[in-house]
């Protein structure tokens, strides 16, 4: 074979060599682009699924939230779910029910004598040794036994009559003038109204049955319509010592806020309390915006706001606010109970909160002090951060994008490392709203204006009253109704401070 055939043959084998290459690297390149068609399908798929498990979880929870991870009330948990109930199974496993072995009990103390309304003397008639008889002589280590009833409760009618009197020279018949300062306009009294508005308005019975508790109980017949207008001057009667009892809230330097819906002839409403440690109001607006809560609920911004991050709070100056950190706990836990980075950065998290709570109530108990808190809690707040920041980077849909808004608020989180006066949850305030949620549950609701504020303001007094160095609420709500002369001030839920 000469030369020249020899390199054709040559170039004829590179040539299908090089095709063979092609052909390989072909299918080498559609592997892999099936592959990766694969890859964002699965992703898709179980980016699909755990949208559709939280979509479950919402409707009935089966993937175990509850109100330990999630904004869900504990009202919402189902038997046998939640954090009362667990710690409730762990206390059983361990405990007998009853008294524990060596609890010293509790007994009924005695009223001091002068609270006493009857005092029944026994002296023994005779010696017990020699049978003589014995002087009643007091004995100042005599043995008390005290026995407590309750006296009839009965109604007090008053009548007027206004007489009409002939005269004997004339024959003319004269009767009493009317004289609005002798006969009560309204046929109910002070007191009378303001125990029907103290179990509508702070018991939350409804008006058939405060209707029926008032003739069963005092013998007073009257109708739900008579207790509708009870409600309005008791509203009316307590407006004053409502209004101061705001100016309080508003002036107070650090204040707890929260808010949930409320219902007015089934048309949702909003309902907000502020709550300090000496006052608590309560108001009813029409919804939960931003430009609403800013007119009619916090209208004077002043001092520090402890709050959740509801996005209509963020007219505040993020400078003095406080994030509750119970919120972020429930979020660190559900995010702890994912698979992947997720549920890793959420187990951080949650660990560096146990920090921070252990380091708090050791300084609010006195085993820390100011100084030392303040140290030991710079590098926890350095690792939650940074671990915020870390879940940020992840880019997980929901996840990351929970974390940048926490992040958001990075000048809320710490307030109460910094303020000694500040505590870093927001729980104050949902114990407040717990009885009007309890009431809404009950009566769905209002059904009018006036019928809102009523309970706002009726709430208002006994939450207040009773922050007040226990001051009783049906008292006050007497001192409110009753007649003053002019030019005398309302009562005062602060005549004590």
Known sequence: MDGAA???ELTGALAARDAALAARDAALAARDAALAVGEARIAELERLVAELRNQLSALVKADGQDSSNSNQPPSS???GRG???RRKNK??????RGGQKGHRGSHRGLLPPEEVDELVHLYPGECENCWEKLPEVSDPAARRYQYTELCPLARHVTEFVRHAVACPDCGYKTRAAYDPAVIPRFAFGPRLMSVVALLTGVYHLSRRKTAQLMWELLGVRISTGSISNIEHRVSEAVEPAVNEAWDRAMAAPVKHTDGTSWLQSGVMKSLWTVATTAVTVFRIVANGRMDTLRSEVLSKIRGTLVSDRATALTFWAMENRQICWAHLLRKFVSFSQHAGKEGTI???????????FAYWTDYKAGKLSRELFVMWMAPVREQVEAALERAVAADIKGFSGSCKDMLAHRAALWTFVERDDVEP???HAERELRGFVLWRKASFGTQSDRGNRFAE???TIAHTARKQHGQGVLDFLVACCSPRKTGQPAPSLFATT
Do not use: C, F
């Open 457 to 459: 303001r009726l709430m």
């Open 91 to 96: 206390r059983d496993k361990k405990k007998r």
């Open 425 to 427: 949850t927001n729980n």
């Open 6 to 8: 020899r390199i054709e």
């Open 346 to 356: 959420g187990r951080e998290l949650l660990g560096y909160m146990g920090i921070m």
């Open 83 to 85: 954090v009362s109930q």
């Open 77 to 79: 948990d189902a038997p």
